[in-house]
T-cell receptor
Framework: DTEVTQTPKHLVMGMTNKKSLKCEQH?????MYWYKQKAKKPPELMFV???????INESVPSRFSPECPNSSLLNLHLHALQPEDSALYLC?????????????FGSGTRLTVV | SQQGEEDPQALSIQEGENATMNCSYK?????LQWYRQNSGRGLVHLIL?????REKHSGRLRVTLDTSKKSSSLLITASRAADTASYFC??????????FGAGTTVTVRA
């Protein structure tokens, strides 16, 4: 299996809702990432997990809460989001932190906050 | 945070022509990578060039890296309609961060 699977593909949520984005990989990659991408912009790093521990938080608001239950799964819990949080959320994994090989990205979750 | 700039922002070419795009970055790097993104979907890794390499080929792709100028270029030869996409360069340093450039949108006309 050489894929990163993200669910759901689309999500519409109200500002008072709580939802979660899920990401799964079975490549044995030890680093996993959440990126946020606005339309016509490059992806922006949110969080990095290395060996199931949060190693980087790019000053992301607390309404975004990451979780790594095991080495294959990565969740992003969403609560009290704002309309400006609407974006494509991308999960990625890498074998070696991108030092020798590239990242594998999922297809993303298109999030709309209403 | 965004590492650098890509040039041009958009490129329109005829099928069969070559497409060249450039990337500049600001800090020292371990490697530079190029990704393709089709219409708001996930990114696909194309090629990685290490900081001690100057040129690399993969199929119809040719990447160059000039660390003295902090710049890289991606050449796609004999373009096809399926090459229509956004192309991003990304730099990797020691800190497990992959930082993306602004991207170049390539349109290949049939």
């Amino acid at each position: 299996d050489t894929e990163v699977t993200q669910t759901p593909k689309h999500l519409v949520m109200g500002m008072t809702n709580k939802k979660s984005l899920k990401c799964e990989q079975h490549m044995g990659h030890r680093a996993m990432y959440w990126y946020k991408q606005k339309a016509k912009k490059p992806p922006e790093l949110m969080f990095v997990y290395s060996y199931e521990k949060l190693s980087i938080n790019e000053s992301v608001p607390s309404r975004f809460s990451p979780e790594c239950p095991n080495s294959s799964l990565l969740n992003l819990h969403l609560h009290a989001l704002q309309p400006e949080d609407s974006a494509l959320y991308l999960c990625a994994s890498s074998q070696d932190g991108g030092q020798g090989k590239g990242y594998t990205f999922g297809s993303g979750t298109r999030l709309t906050v209403v | 945070s965004q590492q650098g700039e890509e040039d041009p922002q958009a490129l329109s070419i005829q099928e069969g022509e070559n497409a060249t795009m450039n990337c500049s970055y600001k800090t020292s790097i371990n490697n530079l990578q190029w990704y393709r993104q089709n219409s708001g979907r996930g990114l696909v890794h194309l090629i990685l060039i290490r900081s001690n390499e100057r040129e690399k080929h993969s199929g119809r792709l040719r990447v160059t890296l000039d660390t003295s100028k902090k710049s890289s270029s991606l050449l796609i030869t004999a373009s096809r309609a399926a090459d229509t996409a956004s192309y991003f360069c990304a730099t990797a340093s020691n800190d497990y961060k992959l930082s993306f450039g602004a991207g170049t949108t390539v349109t290949v006309r049939a």
